[in-house]
């Protein structure tokens, strides 16, 4: 994860409850005994208050986000004050890095880190919050995969959420976390659209072939076209890494499943969701997969979606 290491992370289970934060809106959701699936709730917030990025403040009304926050969360009522925080894709920078060798302890980890991504981000890396997760390991190299943000931006989040009655337990980049929802270790292609990022993935088994996040234009007619080159550019890295072209897109977004197969215009792709959608219209038609995905993960070595801070 991107903050402090957790009493919760470090005995091997993610926090029963999860909130996305969007400029849509915050989506929290949380698991009960007995249930079949997370209970779901959605608080709306005004255009502007939350502006995504890395290069200023992210939360223009930190109050009203926060009062959004505890609004969604007490609906769900998780067990624990500890949630899972999931950030939008473009608060957050991820590489996977390749290491002669990887240190074993997170605290030798994190100055290897840090010197790396120094000349890699736009930002401060020794006062950024930084998380990681070994992908493989081997005598001769070791793949890590790692996710930065800005300090004052990872803490504008934690202090909204501190502020909403809750504890940041684990802060994850939306992306990742929804990745969990997929259970199989075949590599897919999966997409992440929101108002102004598409993330395209690539995940076969627990490693990641491609992480890529496009920053897309207000102009509708570019903004489709711009998706339409993004999917097209990720099909063709998928078709290169595995030898073999993929059938099937997994997808998670605001836009309805049709409307942005109409979008891809691939008709050898099929696409999928993700995760399915709730038949529930006070979501606002905001995806799921992030919160999920936040919740299914499992305790096993080199999940992906699991990321060891070292703030």
């Given at each position: 994860m991107l903050g402090r290491l957790k009493p919760a992370a470090q005995v091997g289970g993610r926090p029963p409850g999860a909130v996305e934060i969007s400029p849509e809106g915050v989506l929290a959701a949380a698991v009960h005994g007995g249930q079949a699936g997370p209970a779901y709730a959605f608080a709306a917030l005004p255009e502007g208050a939350v502006v995504p990025g890395i290069a200023e403040a992210n939360l223009h009304a930190p109050q009203v986000v926060g009062e959004a926050i505890r609004r969604a969360l007490d609906e769900v009522s998780p067990r624990k004050r500890s949630v899972t925080v999931l950030l939008p894709d473009s608060s957050v920078r991820v590489f996977v890095l390749d290491f002669d060798a990887f240190p074993a302890k997170a605290a030798e980890a994190a100055p290897v880190l840090r010197f790396r991504l120094r000349k890699m981000v736009p930002f401060d890396a020794e006062?950024?919050?930084?998380?990681?997760?070994?992908?493989?390991?081997?005598?001769?190299?070791?793949?890590v995969l790692a996710a930065v943000t800005p300090g004052p931006v990872l803490t504008e989040y934690e202090a909204a959420v501190r502020a909403a009655g809750y504890e940041p337990g684990a802060?994850?980049?939306?992306?990742l976390a929804a990745l969990e929802v997929l259970d199989s270790t075949e590599a897919a292609l999966t997409v992440n659209l929101s108002a102004t990022v598409l993330t395209t993935t690539i995940?076969?088994?627990?490693?990641?072939?491609?992480?890529?996040?496009?920053?897309?234009?207000?102009?509708?007619?570019?903004?489709?076209a711009d998706v339409q080159r993004g999917i097209a550019v990720a099909v063709a890295y998928f078709e290169d890494k595995l030898g073999q072209r993929p059938s099937v897109l997994h997808y998670a977004g605001r836009e309805s499943r049709m409307e942005?197969?109409?979008?891809?215009?691939?008709?050898?792709?099929?696409?999928?969701?993700?995760?399915?959608?709730?038949?529930?219209?006070?979501?606002?038609?905001?995806?799921?997969?992030?919160?999920?995905?936040?919740?299914?993960?499992?305790?096993?070595?080199?999940?992906?979606?699991?990321?060891?801070?070292?703030?």
């Amino acid at each position: 994860m991107l903050g402090r290491l957790k009493p919760a992370a470090q005995v091997g289970g993610r926090p029963p409850g999860a909130v996305e934060i969007s400029p849509e809106g915050v989506l929290a959701a949380a698991v009960h005994g007995g249930q079949a699936g997370p209970a779901y709730a959605f608080a709306a917030l005004p255009e502007g208050a939350v502006v995504p990025g890395i290069a200023e403040a992210n939360l223009h009304a930190p109050q009203v986000v926060g009062e959004a926050i505890r609004r969604a969360l007490d609906e769900v009522s998780p067990r624990k004050r500890s949630v899972t925080v999931l950030l939008p894709d473009s608060s957050v920078r991820v590489f996977v890095l390749d290491f002669d060798a990887f240190p074993a302890k997170a605290a030798e980890a994190a100055p290897v880190l840090r010197f790396r991504l120094r000349k890699m981000v736009p930002f401060d890396a020794e006062q950024a919050g930084i998380g990681y997760q070994v992908l493989s390991q081997t005598r001769e190299e070791s793949r890590v995969l790692a996710a930065v943000t800005p300090g004052p931006v990872l803490t504008e989040y934690e202090a909204a959420v501190r502020a909403a009655g809750y504890e940041p337990g684990a802060v994850l980049p939306s992306s990742l976390a929804a990745l969990e929802v997929l259970d199989s270790t075949e590599a897919a292609l999966t997409v992440n659209l929101s108002a102004t990022v598409l993330t395209t993935t690539i995940a076969a088994g627990n490693d990641l072939l491609l992480y890529r996040a496009l920053d897309l234009p207000n102009d509708a007619a570019q903004r489709a076209a711009d998706v339409q080159r993004g999917i097209a550019v990720a099909v063709a890295y998928f078709e290169d890494k595995l030898g073999q072209r993929p059938s099937v897109l997994h997808y998670a977004g605001r836009e309805s499943r049709m409307e942005f197969a109409h979008w891809v215009g691939d008709p050898g792709l099929r696409v999928v969701e993700l995760a399915e959608r709730p038949d529930d219209s006070s979501l606002a038609r905001a995806s799921v997969a992030g919160v999920t995905g936040a919740l299914s993960w499992r305790s096993a070595p080199g999940r992906r979606g699991e990321l060891a801070g070292v703030r």
